[in-house]
């Protein structure tokens, strides 16, 4: 757990959250300027610091990633953008760097706007507190949760084909929409290899299609998700090319489903994360559209939740993602059981694979479709009387 | 409520449902044929009586409809098909005319074989007790039934152009996916009124569509929905057509939404209906699939479960609905009250909101969008705790 040269982080407490000694703030400084990337929402109501960032991604110099938790400054019309974009120029004038140096994350409550005393506030306080220590980077990772048990952080170490090694350092942030009007997603990868800014843009977007685009709570999509790559590239001399740029790019998809992976299994109320496999498709759209509409099946996740092998509810729902296929031709394993084979149900023991169901916090279905080669992994967390509880219980 | 002259009924019990005294068959009879027109699931698992239909519709002489509940006939391979058939050949036999006179309608439970002796026994003792009374009629519609609180019917009657009065019968059943591996949506629309099956089939898909159409529980879209329409014409000499047509075609539509809405209100632990009209829209399509995005959050869903004014979950879901609106056009009604206007947050006062979804059986969200004129309605059931416990206690 080494974390990638030339980075500084700290993790502060700005009085945005109204829990008494929460973390809200975090901040994450490349002194000498980072290549940088960001992948977004694709909501229309994207949030104002969303709207920042896609203008200051994919760069060359980028110093700084400013980050609250506890409002997500979205649905806030131009006041919002006014406030996103002083975040940018206050943590610039204290790095003493350009405002489109910075990247700014927001994430919780909807349609509230920021209380920019504290956020200046909170801003000073991170700065003075800069380290480059692990404990440091938890600190940073504690100050961008909202509804999240804990913090998410993953580490990847690449060998390049000269012997040397570069870091990845990762965190994330998320349990599902489930905050004050809405949690979001937030995540944020660190390198010390070098990258062109077309390479470090090309592959986080490949690295999130893998990982952070395929896993789900409900399918809510946010209005504030964003992941960005920051690569200082203080272990290499020049951008990272062929074999060990495909290297680094094979870590940073690892790492990112590792990561990912921590979010419905975070999710609120979740007593199980599922995975969905589906292979033999025409194209791994079609094999995303089919584990994607499985995953977002309230009757799957309650199935799931009940340890009850459904196989039901698991092919219809396949049935019904809109992508032709030879229901002859399909065939569904849970936990590596064979349920149906071919378009016909098989006999099975169902109290062994509801009790494999029961016992693991794990449930792995994987559908077979005979149309071709191209396979889809999608995680989502099943459906609890917890999760109805704390999102019919709350009031905004 | 008087019946359409022509059809007789009976709900019987055959023995397919476990429990004791559940009427689980029911048979629809018109003599003399009728113009028959159906609309059927997308589900590429469509089950075998779905199968049957398709190739029976639209026709100018269908004499029955024959259905079951306890045992939906899907995912049953070859043998489900020959089951299918052999409903339909009974019932022919019985009724003295040929099996593509005959509609078959199956729900239940998924992947299970038909009990072929009861299904046989039950046709039998289905014919023998037919009659064209109300109470025949209502015997009818609950031996349709699977998960649902009660039997779900409605009537029009629609003065012609002459001063002829034909009427309009309907019966449905469904309260969500939640049957035993999955109930699913089933209805029948009775007429005396003479029509074409061109003119059939395109009444009944339009009515479908904004009605049946446009309903979830939670978004799964099951193996077995069939809605079916039998014209007797005893009460027009020839086919409707013109002003007389259109006049029957608005009140099929009204029967269809008043039967239509009954499913979500009944949907599995539902505490509200939700009614969700989008205007303002380029297209009907458009309007539709922010409408059904909307309806399928289960932050939506949960919000209205909790009485919780929660505007930023109702126009994230608008906004990731993959329909391009300008959000600085868009407003938002919570039961009359205006939420969100025009892009932006308006001071309400939450108390009096929440206290009115609390009171109320119904809530209802209006979308504006400024793109057009388009306008559509769908509506769903919240998302409670008791749909979780029954969807995940259940054991296939």
């Not at 349990?175 to 090309?202: F, H, N």
Request: aromatic residues 6%.
């Amino acid at each position: 757990m080494e974390l990638p040269d030339g980075f500084q982080f700290a993790g502060v407490r700005a009085g945005i959250k109204e829990t008494p000694g929460k973390l809200d703030m975090a901040l994450i400084v490349c002194p000498d300027g980072a290549t940088a990337a960001g992948v977004y929402t694709q909501n229309l109501f994207f949030a104002a610091p969303v709207r920042w960032d896609r203008r200051c991604t994919p760069s060359e110099n980028v110093v700084a990633i400013i980050v609250n938790s506890g409002n997500a400054n979205a649905c806030t019309g131009h006041r919002g953008w006014q406030d996103a974009e002083r975040m940018a120029e206050a943590t610039a004038a204290a790095c003493g760097v350009q405002p489109n140096q910075v990247l700014v994350m927001s994430t919780g409550v909807i349609g509230v706007f920021l209380p920019m005393t504290q956020v200046d506030e909170g801003i000073a306080k991170a700065h003075a507190t800069l380290g480059a220590t692990l404990d440091d980077f938890r600190h940073a990772s504690e100050g961008i949760l909202t509804t999240d048990k804990g913090s998410k952080t993953a580490f990847r170490s690449v060998e390049l084909t000269n012997g040397t090694h570069v870091r990845l350092a990762a965190m994330a942030k998320g349990a599902g929409m489930i905050g004050p009007s809405m949690a979001t997603l937030l995540g944020v990868v660190l390198t010390d290899a070098a990258l062109t800014p077309g390479d470090a843009q090309s592959a986080l977007t490949d690295a999130v299609n893998v990982s952070f685009n395929s896993i789900s709570v409900e399918g809510h999509t946010s209005t504030n998700d964003t992941i960005l790559l920051m690569a200082s590239g203080k272990k290499t001399a020049s951008p990272l090319v062929g074999e060990d740029l495909a290297r680094l790019k094979t870590a940073l998809s690892d790492l990112c489903i590792e990561l990912a992976k921590m979010i419905p299994d975070d999710g609120e109320g979740a007593t199980h994360l599922i995975e969905i496999e589906v292979t033999g498709c025409r194209t791994t759209v079609d094999a995303d559209r089919i584990a994607r509409t499985i995953a977002n099946s309230a009757l799957v996740k309650t199935a799931v939740t009940g340890g009850d092998p459904n196989w039901g509810r698991v092919m219809s729902a396949a049935g019904y993602a809109g992508i032709e296929f030879d229901v002859l031709q399909s065939s569904l394993w849970i936990n590596d059981t064979l349920i149906f084979s071919q378009g016909n149900p098989v006999e099975f023991d169902e109290s062994v694979v509801s009790c494999s169901m029961k016992s693991n916090r794990e449930t792995k279905l994987r559908i077979q479709i005979g149309e071709g080669e191209a396979v889809a992994r999608f995680w989502t967390s099943d459906l609890t009387v917890d999760y109805v509880n704390f999102n019919a219980d709350y009031c905004t």
